[in-house]
């Protein structure tokens, strides 16, 4: 099962195949934010990928649209909620998701 490893904190969570980010983040950093429930409108579950983001599920128009509305955003930028884990192993950077975009 790959794992998920959360940065700063340094948790590491085993999460199967399939799930989001979000669902999988919510379980240890209950923090996270996630206003509009996961339907990539809101931005606030907005996270950094620094590794194993080929593992991860294609960025869809809808995400990359909004995205795409973010100043400043590079190409490391995924949202938690519709990032869904593959095969390997990621590992991915939460700061200033509180703040979302
Ligand atoms: S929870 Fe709103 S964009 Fe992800």
Sequence with gaps: MPT???????????????????????????????????????????????????SLSKIDRVENERLDAVVGVGSKSRLACQARVGEENVTIEILGFASGF
């Design 4 to 54: 998920l490893t959360i940065m700063p904190s340094g948790k590491t969570l085993e999460v199967p195949a399939g799930t989001t980010l979000l669902e999988a983040i919510i379980s240890s950093e209950p923090g996270i934010g996630h206003k509009c429930g996961g339907k990539a409108s809101c931005g606030t579950c907005h996270i950094f990928v620094t590794e194993g983001r080929k």
